[in-house]
């Protein structure tokens, strides 16, 4: 009579630190609206992108007389979610690492689980109010872009998601292998050439062949699509690969993604979380005060 009670207590300290990481994640994120270097970064890129968008405004699409500045918003807003990912979280993680913040969660009981979460819900958080702060304004001062109806709301939605799910693993898979933060440059300088060749900017179609099969093998690539999906006009699916959004494959390239970083990225993190050490911790922070002196 008491093995089920029994084995399911075994899981209530994980599912408390779960919570806490939780409350702290959501902590966190409100901390972010009081921070000058996080409103910065709120801001920055949605007024970097009208600015872009503005100069853009008398191009067209190729083969069409839909605006470019238009197509290229949603791309843009799939590029962000893709960016918050990978780069927010693989920062979260080094920074935290060379801090001690990492370490003082490891020498909790399910401290790492409480960190993880925590942290997932701030990247999150910050990505959904980033990407709305671009939405918003574009919805209002670009012609033919609309959210239309519920399809295209769940479409949004399911979208943006899924594309959380695929990138933030692969983040903090990137995050566990930088050895600090000054190193991001190995992921920033990849992941610009994936952006460039993805059809952020500029439709894919017009790009070589073989540049767009390596294009589609990243999810940068799905997630512009799948936000185009959600925002453009059905007419704007003639200037796609195969004249279609595509969601089914948008579903299977993020799924894949997705499982390939929950698989793998447990197996990083905990490797990381034992090498980690008050004598590591130190010594970086020396290497650190050595550079600025």
């Given amino acids: 009579m008491t093995t089920i009670p029994a084995a399911l207590s075994l899981g209530q300290p994980a599912m408390r630190a779960a919570r806490a990481g939780l409350a702290r994640g959501r902590i966190e994120l ?19 992108l009208l600015v872009v968008l503005f100069f853009m405004r008398n191009a067209t699409v190729p083969g069409t007389s839909f605006s470019l500045s238009s197509r290229t918003m949603p791309s843009a807003l799939g590029m962000s979610i893709a960016f918050g990912g990978l780069v927010t979280m693989a920062m979260a993680l080094t920074v935290d690492r060379e801090d001690g913040t990492l370490l003082r969660a490891k020498a909790i009981p399910n401290g790492m689980v409480g960190y993880l979460v925590g942290k997932i819900t701030l990247v999150a958080g910050m990505g959904v109010i980033s990407l709305a702060m671009q939405l918003v304004p574009g919805l209002f001062l670009l012609d033919g872009l609309s959210v239309r109806g519920a399809s295209s709301w769940l479409t949004l939605v399911w979208v943006v998601l899924l594309g959380m799910v695929a990138t933030m693993p692969i983040g903090a898979v990137f995050g566990s292998l930088v050895g600090n933060p000054r190193n991001m440059g190995m992921i920033m300088l990849p992941l610009m050439g994936l952006i460039a060749t993805s059809g952020i900017f500029y439709p894919i179609t017009n790009f070589p062949v073989w540049l767009q099969w390596i294009a589609q093998v990243f999810p940068i690539y799905w997630l512009g699509l799948g936000m185009r999906s959600a925002l453009l006009p059905d007419s704007m699916a003639g200037v ?17 993604w997705a499982i390939l970083g929950l698989v793998i990225a447990p197996i990083v993190l905990r490797r990381m979380a034992r090498r980690e050490s008050g004598s590591r911790v130190a010594e970086r922070r020396e290497k650190a005060l050595q550079r600025i002196t």
């Fill in 240 to 256: 796609e690969i195969g004249e279609s959004w595509r969601h089914l494959e948008t579903v299977g390239v993020l799924g894949a």
């Fill in 30 to 48: 409100r901390h972010t609206f009081t921070n000058g270097q996080d409103l910065w970064n709120y801001f920055f890129p949605a007024i970097l």
